[in-house]
């Protein structure tokens, strides 16, 4: 009887039906913490209040703050800084990961753990140490009295800032690819007449499109909608469309505030939308 039960198959069903419950306390935390919030802004939206009030009135007013020339600039300072980075980011990336897959080292996931090992510490940890290197009174002007530019309040401060932050978001994804690409496909190119260029460039570059994809929308999406890079490196001398969210919620602005927090999420779902409809596989956000 009891050999009976050890070996006894659990039903597909059954299974899946334990795993829905186990998943109920996620989807509870999902619901009030994510979903609530989005239709709490697009209601902000729609009318006019002193903060989150029960009195309120039904207006379209909230949508002149896209029109205004700061909006604008922001707007256009956060595309512009995001394809830049994920350009920067796709170059570096690709080199450091494609160095790592030929290396003979054999341990490689530990030399890409040390890579990530930087993002388990605090954000702002991170970018107030890159604000001290980035001053002209920085470490190496301490320790060897070497004078360095003060970059602070700069266009190459956040892209340097944003590069630092999100460039282990790019490796990953591109080294994922890199390993599943057959070895006998580099031996057949060489053999084909390739140069080891002409082969990285036709061959393998191709083969890790969707890592490089995958890859570019963990850098593009955070560096749209942050804020705290600009705050800090850029001194508040450069506007993104995070940094006009953050001072609108600041302020009490919700209103204003909940425009732009929509329009960006209408972007990034809408960037998942496409991308969903290129990769039926879903392989890209893996």
Not at 143 to 155: A, E, Q, V
Not at 193 to 207: A, Q, R
Not at 218 to 247: H, M, Y
Request: net charge positive.
């Amino acid at each position: 009887m009891q050999k009976n039960r050890a070996n006894r198959v659990i039903p597909p069903h059954q299974v899946s039906h334990h795993l829905d419950r186990l998943a109920r306390p996620y989807f509870i935390w999902l619901y009030v913490f994510a979903i609530l919030p989005i239709f709490m802004m697009v209601f902000l939206m729609f009318v006019d209040s002193e903060g989150v009030s029960p009195n309120f009135t039904f207006t379209v007013e909230n949508f002149s703050i896209l029109t205004e020339k700061s909006t604008i600039v922001a707007l256009w300072n956060s595309i512009k800084f995001s394809i830049l980075t994920t350009v920067i980011c796709i170059f570096f990336g690709m080199l450091i990961a494609y160095a790592l897959y030929k290396s003979k080292i054999k341990n490689k996931y530990l030399v890409l753990l040390l890579l990530i090992l930087p993002m388990w510490t605090n954000f702002l940890l991170r970018i107030n140490a890159l604000y001290s290197a980035l001053n002209s009174s920085n470490y190496f002007t301490s320790l060897f009295g070497i004078p360095g530019p003060n970059l602070l309040g700069t266009d190459a401060a956040v892209i340097i800032g944003m590069v630092f932050t999100y460039l282990p978001f790019m490796v990953m994804p591109i080294y994922t690819s890199l390993e599943k690409i057959d070895p006998l496909l580099h031996e057949a190119a060489l053999d084909l007449g390739l140069t080891d260029f002409k082969k990285f460039w036709k061959v393998i570059v191709p083969l890790t499109s969707k890592g490089i994809l995958s890859g570019s929308i963990t850098v593009l999406l955070p560096c749209l909608s942050g804020f705290a890079i600009s705050k800090v490196l850029g001194r508040g001398n450069i506007l993104l469309i995070g940094n006009i969210i953050e001072q609108s919620f600041y302020n009490m602005d919700y209103n204003g505030g909940s425009v732009l927090a929509v329009l960006l999420l209408i972007i990034i779902l809408g960037s998942i939308v496409i991308i969903n409809k290129n990769d039926k596989e879903g392989e890209t956000l893996i």
